[in-house]
């Protein structure tokens, strides 16, 4: 069983930026596409950004694309997303898991955008 550890998040002004970091134990990370994911307040938990295997190919919700970048160190077991460009609407708690989501959840890293 993969473990997930989010990190990274905190609060932020608008137009601010962030970066999250997402550690997994085991040593099959490199095995699968990874993606970032984020639940908002009252709301259903939703796709952010996905990186495949090496990490050549990304693709993102189109609501963040251009403003976040999702990238990835194998030899870490570490999933990153870059966020740019901050705005209310991205407040969340922010989840990594594999791509597509498979497997228990971590905690999560809050990312709180204050206008």
């Known amino acids: 069983q993969v473990q997930l550890v989010e990190s990274g998040g905190g609060l932020v002004q608008t137009g601010g930026s962030l970066r999250l970091s997402c550690t997994a134990s085991?040593?099959?990370?490199?095995?699968?596409?990874m993606g970032w994911f984020r639940q908002a307040p009252g709301k259903e938990r939703d796709f952010v950004a996905a990186?495949?295997?090496?990490?050549?190919?990304?693709n993102y919700k189109d609501s963040v694309a251009g403003r976040f970048t999702i990238s990835r160190d194998n030899a870490k077991n570490t999933v990153y997303l870059q966020m740019s460009t901050l705005k209310p609407e991205d407040t969340a708690v922010y989840y990594c898991?594999?791509?597509?989501?498979?497997?228990?959840w971590g905690q999560g890293t809050q990312v709180t955008v204050s206008s």
């Open positions: 085991g040593r099959t990370f490199s095995n699968y596409a």
């Open positions: 990186i495949n295997k090496s990490g050549g190919s990304t």
């Open positions: 898991n594999k791509f597509p989501a498979t497997g228990a």
